[in-house]
């Protein structure tokens, strides 16, 4: 049975993705497994200039969760483009390049680099990043500077665009709407939610940064109940992503409404996480005679 | 004391990362905190002193979630751990039985650099930084070397597997509360025993390692550092492990290290907090 999806007008082998931040930049998986067989990739946050991200302690494990506060450590896109994506072309492998700036411009400046490049799917935006002081959240929550930078890149890049929303948005749908309205082709969520963690004893803080991004099993119920309502208040795909470790997850984010889901921190615990989450369902749909794309929004 | 080797030792070859479910095949218990897991691994593990695996019980479920980065005690078709009881997860395993199924992806990481030619090793540990230690020590016996050895701890009790040090390698003890060895810590009695010849390799606390660091740095001895930070993936994806250094970026340990020279860490407590503007250095990995 077909496992074909259709986000907007670009077309994914499977619905199976990984999240941002959660798989490097895909080249870190040589040694486990040929990563062109899931739907595509989605970049660690791509800013204008590397970042070296944020003093440790970055990560503090929670009941079911993590938290991190790695800062959006990255390369950079001009290092991304020249040293990592001709090799992510070469393989096939479906790139979503996932951005981040402080303002505008940046956000602007990083499109038309990316645009310069073949072999990207999509440019996702994170406009929901816990961790940082500038930028992340603060566009996330305001669906009015949603909406301004979305359209911005809108007019920047040709590329199929994504926006990341934060589960902090106070009115997700209104947020969603206005990034639809101002040319967006899909949405995907969630983003982690803010916690924090302290050491009874030491009475420090888990973390450098005070506060983290919560992610893992323990966001599930949240992100999927956000995508259920997302899924049927816009007209542009959801791509479900929060706590998905199992495929039995990525089809609950399936029915619930979601195009696509995307496989993040269950990559930690196994490399080969995404990988049995596509092939798995794969299995459910062949056991009943389904395509991927008629599970979506099937929930009764 | 028989003469260190003059001929160069090759750099062992790394064996790429493999993600498999092991049997336990025993746990052996030094004390309520510290267990020796060890495991059956018929088609062999490929792991190198100083290298690590991330570690995870097939049946905890959702919780706790992340795998435990544990450095090798010994590789082969046997691998084996050292864990000390922290928290949920190695109280999970220190009730392991044999036969219950284990997660480990490895070998992972850069193991410890042998010896330059001509120079003795001599290893430094803290508590259940024997791990490593230990494994090294047997790599460098049977390639002729004659370690010294220097391992402390609070008291006789965090000395865990001192006995198996002291059978190939020439050990001094020390206790912080004089229950074994001299009365003190391990940085008390290196500055006396580091001779120009020596070589040092060191796993232990972070602020005994820092101590080790400075001690060498200041004699010009070649110290290489076991780094242990908390990780959730362990192969370069997560960016947890970052570990500020003295050029003013962060090294990864999981990729960069876990071995690593230790003139490259800022020890300080607090480092790390880098301006970060955009323009600031460029993290590698």
Known sequence: MSQRVKIGALELKNPVLTASGCFGYGLEYDDFFDVAELGAICTKGLSLLPRPGSPPERICETAAGMLNAIGLANVGVEAFCREKLPTLRRRGIGVVANIFASNVEDFVAIACRLEQESGISAVELNVSCPNVKAGGIEFGRDPELCARVTSAVRGATSLPLWVKMSPEAGDLVQVARACQDAGADAITAINTIRGMAIDPQSRKLRLANSTGGLSGPALKPIALRMVWELASSIDIPVIGIG??????DAIE???AGATAVQVGTANFSDPCAALKVARGIRAYC?????????LVGQAK | MSEPPVAAVNPPEIQKPKFVSLPLAGRESFGASYHVLTFDHPEGSGALPGQFAMVRGAEWGESPLLPRPMSYLSGGDSPSILIK???EGTARMARAEPGERY???GPLGRPWRPPTPGRRPLLVGG?????????????LVERGFSPLSLYGGRSEHDLPLSRELSKISDLQVTTEDGSGGARGRVTDVLEKLLQPDMEVYTCGPHRMMALV???CDRHDIVCEASLETPMA????????CAVPTTEGRFLYACVEGPCVDARRVDWRPGAGAFDRAEDAACPSA
């Open chain 2, 233 to 240: 993936c362990g192969y370069g994806v997560c960016l947890g």
């Open chain 2, 103 to 105: 997660f480990l992806l």
């Open chain 1, 253 to 255: 984010f399936l029915l």
């Open chain 2, 213 to 215: 660091a400075d001690i």
């Open chain 1, 286 to 294: 062949e056991a009943r005679g389904l395509s991927a794309s008629a």
């Open chain 2, 85 to 87: 009881v922290l928290g």
């Open chain 1, 243 to 248: 706590g998905i470790a199992t495929a039995g």
């Open chain 2, 127 to 139: 508590g259940v930084g024997i791990a490593p230690l230990l494994f090294f020590c047997r790599w």
